[in-house]
């Protein structure tokens, strides 16, 4: 009678291999969660290494491992925090709709993640204070950002052929403004909670400070 056959993924050789590879790949995620949480509460010059490693399910040593330096960890942290946006917005099918509606569900998207991920605003803070030059470095990063540019250029000209938005204006401006409306409301809202003493944090305040950037924006768009 023929002997059973064994797979190579069958064996345990390749069971141990593939549960080796499994763990490298957790620890590696668990590193770049713990290293983003630190570059953004402390910046790059404040984060420590040791910090990141008694935070994490590893060591120091596989965090070099992993990391030639604390610059090639941070600069990964940032490539992939601008990569985690890209991808939900690779997501929100802009083109299935009419070009307002879309116009309303990107700047409804940039709120509502810039909102939800203080830890994001404030690694770009800390990056604008080294004045971009890791981002600057990154061509993933620049990469990734023409695909932000693109949905925005894509919702517009639908729009302009449609007669609804008017003509004229330069995708990467408009990209600035939503940005801007978006990114301050996370930003400042210690400094301007404290200064105007306004609770910075209600659900009431957030959806209607949402629903107006949008509004900014579309009436700006209209014709």
Known sequence: MD????????????????????????????????ATAEFADKG????????????TRTSKRMIYYHFKNKEQLYLKVLENAYGRLREVEHGMQLDDLEPEDGLRRLVAHTFDHHADNEP?????MNENMQRGEFLSRST??????????DAVRSVYERG???????????????????????FFNVAN???FSL??????????????????VIDIVVRHLRR
Not at 46 to 54: H, K, S, W
Not at 120 to 124: D, N
Not at 161 to 182: K, Q
């Open 44 to 55: 790059l010059a404040g984060a420590r290494i040791d910090e990141i490693a008694a935070r």
């Open 189 to 191: 809202r210690y400094t």
């Open 160 to 182: 302009v052929a449609a007669g609804t938005f008017r003509r004229g204006l330069d995708p990467v401006d408009m990209h600035w403004t939503i940005s801007a409306l978006c």
């Open 3 to 34: 002997q059973p056959v064994h797979s190579a993924a069958q064996s345990p050789s390749s069971e141990g291999a593939a549960r080796r590879t499994y763990d490298a790949e957790r620890s590696l995620l668990n590193i770049l969660d713990v």
């Open 120 to 124: 994001f605003i404030r690694l770009v």
């Open 140 to 149: 993933l990063i620049r990469q990734a950002n023409v695909s932000a540019i």
């Open 195 to 212: 200064i105007f003493e306004r609770d910075r944090d209600p659900q009431s305040a957030q959806r209607a400070r949402r629903d107006q």
